[in-house]
T-cell receptor, first 115, second 116 residues
Framework: EAGVVQSPRYKIIEKKQPVAFWCNPI?????LYWYRQNLGQGPELLIR????????DSQLPKDRFSAERLKGVDSTLKIQPAELGDSAVYLC?????????????FGEGSWLTVV | GNSVTQMEGPVTLSEEAFLTINCTYT??????LFWYVQYPGEGLQLLLK?????DKGSNKGFEATYRKETTSFHLEKGSVQVSDSAVYFC???????????????FGTGTLLAVQP
């Protein structure tokens, strides 16, 4: 069974440029997450989707970040314009259902460097 | 608010040594507890989990017991190998009364380096 797939794996951009990340969750998983992991830190939730609805986006910097999950499957996370402080690993994850005991599966991450 | 605190690294051990990585948590509801591992250049992988008090999660020789009385979920392994070198993250997912939630809150991670 395929895991969570993310692209691109690595991206280097200049500040003020836009960038987009794509995620394909595990088949059948209705819950999708975007996390950001800064160097030396644990991941922090940016946004969580239940199907196509964003149910928790309280940590998403809405002035420059946007996300969508059309048709409740794939998702994209966009940053426009990027700032130096956005350099981090952006992790997509998915799970089946909302139960707190359900396992959340992570992709390999998209490593962003803003110069 | 909910939070996870784990011991700072790096933890450096010789092969076959005993490993303990401490993790304590603060939660308002009834959390499930997890250990995730991140090998160099790879994504997070679930190592083990426990969903209620006194449960023991185990996988690949690693164990952790959910201790509600001490709000802890320490990770242990009796004999580490070089291939265990990675960053280990403790995390909780809180289940609130009257609703379901599956938001993971992570600790800052502990780097384990095992030397041959």
């Amino acid at each position: 069974e395929a895991g969570v797939v993310q692209s691109p794996r690595y991206k280097i951009i200049e500040k003020k440029q836009p960038v987009a990340f794509w995620c394909n969750p595990i088949s059948g998983h209705n819950t999708l997450y975007w996390y950001r992991q800064n160097l030396g830190q644990g991941p922090e939730l940016l946004i969580r989707y239940e199907n196509e609805e964003a149910v928790d986006d309280s940590q998403l910097p809405k002035d420059r970040f946007s996300a969508e999950r059309l048709k409740g499957v794939d998702s994209t996370l966009k940053i426009q314009p990027a700032e130096l402080g956005d350099s981090a690993v952006y992790l997509c994850a998915s799970s089946f259902g909302q139960s707190s005991g359900n396992t959340i599966y992570f992709g390999e991450g998209s490593w962003l460097t803003v110069v | 608010g909910n939070s996870v605190t784990q011991m700072e690294g790096p933890v450096t051990l010789s092969e076959e040594a005993f490993l303990t990585i401490n993790c304590t948590y603060t939660a308002t509801g009834y959390p499930s507890l997890f250990w995730y591992v991140q090998y160099p250049g790879e994504g997070l992988q679930l190592l083990l989990k426990a969903t209620k008090a006194d449960d023991k999660g185990s996988n690949k020789g690693f164990e952790a017991t959910y201790r509600k009385e001490t709000t802890s979920f320490h990770l242990e392994k009796g004999s580490v190998q070089v291939s265990d070198s990675a960053v280990y993250f403790c995390a909780l997912s809180d289940r609130l009364a009257g609703g379901a939630t599956n938001k993971l809150i992570f600790g800052t991670g502990t780097l384990l380096a095992v030397q041959p």
